[in-house]
């Protein structure tokens, strides 16, 4: 039977039958096994305890699994014999571990008095985390409790020390193990998100340093720990490693249609218990912390803004006190922010947007889908935020065709993760590589997009390229870059497949490339472009083995002929504001409108009009997003018409008038915007947040006959169109016309530019000079 194409506007269907039912049967009948076994292990220990008379200064206490009464078929009984000095207290033991020796069972052994115990509990970290969840079997209460007590005293003491040698520990194991969520064979009990980071939880939770695991958490612990029980009983071992050929047999066990099915709800188990482990290890870390370097005095939690709508607070973004949760692009811009400041998202904030927060309607407006843009741009910063967004059940009604591709396993060996972290790794690693191509924002939400036609049947880029017009469309991206994003999703395996499978020498391999990328007239090379930044992106999060030297020789080489067969392209056009606009002119010498986040200036032109306006802007923290200008003589009598779109870096916006004051003093020359931007300069603190990608200054050749084109690709930050403009006329240019765009967290400014006496600029030693002064200004 062969399955069609998905149409746009199709929604994705729910996944195949799970055999939910049946699943819940088997589960609950190994629960119950468990529980039974776990009766009757200990009315057998106590008899054996017991036989010849009850001694009257003995206890027999479980640690490990026995005690938390979960043991599998083939978990270890690990048991301590406490006593207070006994002299046969040999023969009492003997009585006890020869039985269970004799019946098979693995058996982990120790004798020890409350003070031992207690000794050896100090100076051994696993051996003290046994001993947090001791249970008694059978024997005294007193002596139980007092080891319990004992240890537990001990631990909160020495908490500040203790858990940060816990900490070290787990991270040593998850480096060894892996992350249990996107592992084709997994370690079901030492992986990242398995069983023992559970039994840590509680151990943290013992402190009183961070609250116990909750309903989520342990959901996941008793899938996983059901997950293993098939597996000893299936094998008939006692393995923790879920290998391939096993996994069919286990999902039968528990009831579960396929393999598939259980990969994808031991990832989501795992991710729920990674998620919640990483929120408790920073509340260790902030705890160690602060017993290792008190602060001087007492000057509490200070909040810092980080974006609208967002304030740090204690390592942690939450939401300011003044967020409109009815703003449908918050969500999506607190997410941004937090990634972008390198903070995670506090999890009571996440709860609070998922439960009260509005989201974007499509198609959806430019501030959401901006934001996204940004979030994504973030780099590796954006993995733990969406992670964040993707726990609380955001992701997906964000973007509802991710749930197909949602803890989606991949069984090709090559790949390292599930179908969705690949997606997100994508987008993260194409963040490094915004700086090569002109739209920054398409590469970012093209990498998020590119497999998401492995949640269909059929070729998965031929069905993602339909899924993803459908997903820009509802992202509200005009209908020239859907087309955009849907050839770059149908064609992103086009340069590594073709560039290692064919000749590149052969004039036909280029020719199959350029034809490729011909349905979006007028995009040909930035299309070329991006499908060379998406194939490094690709490469890299698939894993090593995708993605070399070699192979990247052979993707760079194949883009750059193609791009040279498209010779000329489609240069950046030249600003047109419009009659309206230019008609300010028309008002008196100097005319400034402000209309909500739209301000225009109109002024006689003159050197740094441009620059000096945007720092006006930067000095009422507004974050320009767009900006158009045109210099003329013909049109406007020598008037320059500058038209910004610019948005608050965070809260409300600033008074109007006291913009169009202050721009009007500054057309006067009576506003001394360099001296009020370096003061707010030194007086401004600097967190360090993700990591960008450096700048880059192009210069455009053959894209106008009258102006030399400069385009400057960098993270936008406040005043950055300032410093590029300061650089620019430290050079003597003069800017007759540019277009400035921010595209998520990525500025993409170009400036049309001529010397002193109005002409381009042909000198090389000149262009190096304009380079060198943008890229200086921007460290």
Same mark, same amino acid.
């Given at each position: ?15 195949g039958?799970?055999g939910?039912?049946?699943?819940g ?7 119950a096994?468990?529980a039974?076994?776990a009766?009757?292990?200990d009315?057998?220990?106590?008899s054996?305890?017991t036989?010849g008379?009850?001694?009257d200064?003995?206890a ?6 026995? %005690?938390? +009464?979960?043991?599998? @078929?083939?978990? #270890?009984l690990? !048991?301590? $014999?406490? &006593?207070?000095g /006994?002299p046969d207290?040999?023969?009492? %033991?003997? +009585?006890?571990?020869? @039985?269970?020796? #004799?019946?098979? !069972?693995r $058996?982990? &052994?120790?004798? /020890?008095?409350v003070?031992e ?13 046994? !001993?947090?969840?001791a249970?008694?079997?059978a ?8 080891l319990?007590?004992?240890?537990l ?5 020495d908490a500040?020390v203790?858990l ?6 787990c991270?040593?194991?998850w480096?060894?193990q892996?992350e249990?969520a996107f ?26 340093v ?5 309903g ?41 249609l ?10 989501e188990a ?12 920073r ?13 001087a005095?007492?000057?509490g939690?200070?909040r810092?803004?980080?974006?609208d709508?967002a304030?740090e607070?204690e ?7 003044n ?8 969500v999506?811009?607190v ?5 972008q400041?390198?903070l995670?998202?506090a999890?009571?904030t996440?709860?609070?947007l998922?439960g ?11 501030e959401a889908?901006?934001?996204?843009v940004?979030?994504?741009?973030a ?9 964040a ?20 396993p991949?069984r ?12 997100v790794?994508a ?13 920054p924002?398409?590469l970012?939400v093209?990498a998020?997009?590119?497999?998401i ?16 017009r ?5 992202l509200g991206?005009p ?13 992103h395996?086009?340069l ?14 280029v020719?199959t490339?350029?034809?490729?990328v ?9 299309l ?14 698939t ?8 192979k990247a020789?052979l993707v760079a080489?194949l ?6 067969a498209l ?5 950046p056009?030249a ?8 008609a ?9 409108r402000?209309s909500g ?16 306006a ?10 320009v997003k ?8 013909e ?5 320059a018409?500058?038209?910004?779109t610019?948005v ?5 916006p600033?008074?109007?008038a006291g ?8 057309l006067a ?5 360099a001296?009020?931007?370096?003061r707010?300069?030194r007086?401004?603190r ?5 990591t960008?990608p450096?700048?880059?200054v192009?210069?455009v050749p ?11 690709r960098?993270?936008?930050?406040p005043?950055?169109l300032?410093r590029?403009?300061?650089a ?5 240019l003069g800017?007759r016309?540019?277009?400035?765009d ?7 400014d170009v400036f ?8 381009p ?5 000149v262009l190096?000079?304009v380079r ?8």
């Amino acid at each position: 039977m062969t399955l069609a194409t998905p149409r746009p506007g199709d929604r994705p269907a729910e996944p195949g039958g799970t055999g939910t039912d049946g699943a819940g049967t088997a589960r609950a009948a190994l629960a119950a096994a468990r529980a039974s076994r776990a009766a009757e292990l200990d009315r057998w220990l106590s008899s054996l305890l017991t036989a010849g008379g009850a001694p009257d200064d003995v206890a027999l206490v479980a640690v490990g699994g026995h %005690a938390r +009464r979960d043991l599998t @078929p083939g978990g #270890d009984l690990d !048991l301590v $014999l406490l &006593h207070r000095g /006994r002299p046969d207290i040999a023969e009492v %033991a003997d +009585r006890i571990w020869y @039985p269970v020796w #004799d019946s098979g !069972l693995r $058996l982990d &052994h120790s004798v /020890r008095t409350v003070d031992e115990a207690r000794t050896v509990a100090r100076g051994d970290l696993k051996a003290a985390l046994g !001993l947090l969840a001791a249970r008694r079997i059978a024997g005294v209460h007193a002596l139980a409790d007092e080891l319990r007590a004992a240890v537990l005293a001990d631990w909160r003491a020495d908490a500040p020390v203790r858990l940060a040698e816990l900490a070290a520990l787990c991270r040593e194991r998850w480096d060894a193990q892996g992350e249990l969520a996107f592992l084709l064979e997994p370690d079901l009990k030492e992986a990242r998100g398995g069983l023992r980071d559970v039994h840590v939880m509680h151990a943290v939770a013992a402190s009183w340093v961070a609250s116990a695991p909750g309903g989520r958490v342990r959901d996941a612990h008793d899938l996983l720990l059901d997950v293993r029980h098939a597996l000893h009983e299936v094998t008939g071992r006692s393995t923790d490693r879920l290998v391939l050929q096993e996994q069919e047999a286990v999902a039968h066990a528990l009831g579960l249609l396929d393999r598939d099915v259980l990969q994808r709800s031991i990832a989501e188990a795992a991710r729920t218990i990674t998620y919640a482990a990483s929120h408790l290890w920073r509340r260790v870390d902030r705890f160690t912390a602060a017993h290792s370097r008190r602060p001087a005095g007492d000057r509490g939690v200070e909040r810092r803004p980080v974006g609208d709508g967002a304030v740090e607070y204690e390592g942690e973004v939450v939401l300011a006190r003044n967020a409109d949760l009815a703003d449908p692009a918050l969500v999506l811009r607190v997410a941004a922010a937090a990634a972008q400041a390198g903070l995670p998202l506090a999890p009571a904030t996440v709860s609070r947007l998922a439960g009260h927060a509005a989201l974007p309607e499509p198609p959806w407006p430019a501030e959401a889908r901006d934001a996204l843009v940004s979030l994504l741009g973030a780099g590796p910063t954006a993995i733990g935020v969406w992670e964040a967004l993707d726990q609380a059940g955001l992701v997906v009604r964000l973007l509802p065709d991710w749930e197909r591709v949602r803890n989606r396993p991949q069984r090709n060996p090559v790949h390292r993760f599930t179908v969705d972290r690949h997606l997100v790794e994508a987008a993260a690693g194409a963040a490094a590589l915004t700086r090569d191509v002109s739209r920054p924002d398409l590469l970012l939400v093209g990498a998020l997009l590119h497999d998401i036609g492995k949640g269909w049947p059929g070729d998965h880029s031929t069905g993602g390229a339909v899924v993803a017009r459908d997903i820009g469309a509802r992202l509200g991206f005009p209908e020239e870059d859907v087309s955009v994003l849907e050839t770059l999703v149908r064609h992103h395996l086009l340069l590594p497949e073709t560039a290692t499978r064919r000749d590149i020498d052969d004039p036909v391999t280029v020719r199959t490339v350029t034809a490729a990328v011909a349905g979006v007239p007028g995009r040909e090379r930035e299309l070329i472009e991006l499908l060379a930044a998406l194939a490094i992106a690709d490469g890299n999060a698939t894993g090593p083995a995708a993605w070399g030297t070699w192979k990247a020789r052979l993707v760079a080489e194949l883009a750059r002929r193609s791009a040279a067969a498209l010779a000329g392209g489609t240069p950046p056009p030249a600003p047109d504001l419009g009659p309206e606009r230019l008609a300010l002119v028309r008002h008196d010498g100097g005319a400034v409108r402000v209309s909500g986040s739209r301000i225009t200036v109109a002024a006689p032109d003159r050197p740094g009009l441009l620059w000096r306006a945007a720092g006006v802007l930067a000095l009422h923290r507004l974050a320009v997003k767009t900006a158009r200008t045109i210099s003329s003589t013909e049109d406007s009598g020598g008037t320059a018409v500058l038209d910004f779109t610019a948005v608050p870096e965070f809260g409300t916006p600033p008074d109007p008038a006291g913009l169009e004051a202050d721009l009007r003093r500054m057309l006067a020359d009576r506003l001394d915007v360099a001296g009020l931007l370096e003061r707010r300069a030194r007086s401004a603190r600097v967190r360090p947040g993700a990591t960008v990608p450096p700048p880059r200054v192009l210069i455009v050749p053959d894209a106008s006959r009258t102006a030399t084109v400069v385009e400057v690709r960098a993270h936008d930050r406040p005043g950055l169109l300032w410093r590029i403009g300061q650089a620019l006329g430290a050079c003597g240019l003069g800017v007759r016309a540019a277009r400035v765009d921010t595209l998520g967290a990525e500025a993409v400014d170009v400036f049309y530019v001529v010397d002193g006496t109005g002409r381009p600029v042909e000198d090389p030693a000149v262009l190096d000079e304009v380079r060198d002064r943008i890229l200086t200004s921007l460290r």
